[in-house]
């Protein structure tokens, strides 16, 4: 078994007395937190009214073996359809020519590329790929036209962690962690994309609770979803620095914070002893209801499994599902919160690319994998999952390594065939039905291949409404009969634009 690869893990630990959610006094600066104890309640979900019907225009083929057939790499701007699935991709950079780097790419699949109408996403060009006198960072380009406006100024505690404001399409949040003289600052900032005014919202680092070290950083929980409550309150999964590794990971205080409220949320006492580990950082849930704790002990057992925690930090139930693994937060129709990605060697839930956890029920489902209608089989490595289609949330996009080669070969193959390997495909949660739609021709971070790019793996990203798709490829299945792994290939971003895709 060839195991998925998660980008990074943050293990987290509780060091103060826990606590229920802060009192509703707001306010941010200085001001000293009260506390009060919570209820553990949860909120009654609120069905999803349906979105753009992803699925028009694309075909369930299935188990069929799709043929993967030569297709050149286009020229930046340039649009090719995909000879076996009929979709059409466009290339939108030229990371060499544009920026002298390796490299420009969607951040990852769980981050928000795209502004809320659209308007504007943001791709990232890493400093570890940059020629000489070449350019880094996060760039923004016109969510219309695909053409690079400018880069950014932020820096958030990872390339992925930046979010953008339902409401207002020129808001982009992020945690700004750095050091002014001897003292180290963590600020909520809002930055206009348009004018590169920054607000500080909330600065975490006086307001922290006693005896909590003051050395940083502050930062989010994987998959870092930002959960929208019914009020329109966002609710953050932070965990905060300074104690010495655990396990070889990076330790943290761990808390909830509503961004509205100005409030820190704080497991209790009863969630701890279940959790035997005092916590993992935490990520909300889509509905803004509570949050999400990993159970660090899943990740070397063969279960697997989170704790659901309510709206005050109260421990809520247990659901069976691997969070270490590729995952991203959703919902289905009835309005139940969601966890999706693959799961590899687990005993409950079943092994495949596409399996579904409800939060709010307990119930896994397995949609493509090895107990799946139908069968799929074991699932492909290098496996990413993308939901941040967040006004469209019942859909889950999938991008897949797999075998360089074509599914079942060992080396290359005159006339390959492809069954998920190579491919990129969206599931619904609502009929559990997977459309393939394209190959994304990419041969990075295969993991039987002598050389892995780390920065060509799939970052399938969604667009708010999910009616596009970006993704990086470094094009070396250009001609799938004869694969090219070059760790140093140029790696491009690409979009599709769904047949449901109105402009």
């Known amino acids: 078994m060839i195991p998925s690869r998660r980008k990074f893990i943050q293990r987290s630990l509780l060091t103060l007395p826990a606590m229920g959610a802060l009192s509703a006094c707001g306010g941010g600066g200085a001001s000293s937190p009260a506390v009060s104890s919570g209820a553990t309640t949860t909120s009654a979900a609120v069905p999803v009214v349906a979105g753009v ?24 701007g340039q649009t090719v359809t995909d000879p076996d699935f009929g979709t059409r991709i466009t290339r939108i950079t030229d990371c060499v020519a544009d920026f002298k780097n390796l490299c420009a790419a969607p951040a990852y699949p769980t981050a928000m590329a795209w502004n809320c109408d659209e308007t504007r996403f943001i791709l990232y060009a890493p400093g570890s790929t940059m020629q000489s006198g070449g350019q880094q960072g996060w760039a923004l380009y016109n969510g219309t036209t695909y053409a690079f406006i400018k880069f950014i100024d932020i820096n958030p ?18 945690i700004d962690n750095h050091s002014v003289g001897s003292s180290v600052v963590a600020d909520l900032t809002a930055l206009n994309v348009e004018t590169g005014v920054k607000t500080i919202e909330y600065s975490f680092m006086p307001n922290l609770p006693a005896g909590w070290p003051r050395t940083g950083p502050v930062r989010c929980g994987y998959p870092f979803a930002l ?10 999964g932070l965990g905060a620095g300074g104690i010495p590794n655990v396990n070889g990971q990076l330790g943290l205080n761990v808390f909830g914070f509503n961004q509205a409220t100005k409030q820190m949320v704080f497991y209790d006492t009863n969630y701890v002893a279940q959790a035997q580990a005092r916590g993992t950082t935490p990520f909300p849930l889509l509905s803004g209801q509570g949050w999400v704790a990993p159970d660090p002990a899943s990740q070397n057992s063969t279960t ?3 704790f659901i925690l309510d709206i005050n930090g109260k421990y809520v139930r247990t659901v069976n599902f691997d969070a270490y693994e590729h995952c991203d937060t959703a919902m289905n ?23 579904a956890a409800d939060l709010n029920t307990g119930v ?107 993704f990086q490829s470094d094009w070396g299945n250009g001609d799938p009969s004869n694969p090219v792994l070059d760790p140093n290939a140029a790696v491009d971003t690409y979009v599709i634009e769904l047949p449901s895709y109105k402009a």
């Open 304 to 306: 697997g499994r989170v």
């Open 157 to 174: 505690g990872d390339i992925e962690q930046f979010y953008w404001d339902h409401q207002d399409p020129a808001t982009l949040y992020y």
């Open 364 to 470: 896994v489902q397995n949609l493509v994998g090895e107990s799946s209608t139908p069968v799929f089989g074991y699932p492909a490595t290098g496996s990413l999952t993308g939901s941040t289609a967040w006004k469209n949330p019942m859909w889950i996009a999938t991008g897949m390594t797999g075998d360089i080669y074509g599914t079942g070969n060992n080396g290359p193959t005159p006339n390959p065939t492809t069954l998920l390997d190579q491919e990129i495909m969206l599931t619904s949660l609502t009929t559990g039905a997977t459309y393939r739609f394209a190959h994304h021709r990419s041969t990075g971070n295969y993991s039987n291949a002598p050389q892995s790019n780390y920065w060509a793996q799939t970052n399938v990203t969604l667009s708010t409404s999910g009616t596009r798709i970006l």
């Open 53 to 76: 019907d992803l699925s028009v225009g694309l075909q369930n083929y299935g188990l069929k073996a799709m043929p993967y057939s030569k297709l050149a790499k286009p020229a930046k």
């Open 227 to 236: 959960g929208i409550n019914a009020k329109g309150e966002r609710i953050w």
């Open 333 to 355: 129709a009835a309005g139940h919160d969601m966890l999706v990605g693959s799961q590899f060697n687990r005993a409950t839930g079943g092994n495949g690319n596409v399996i």
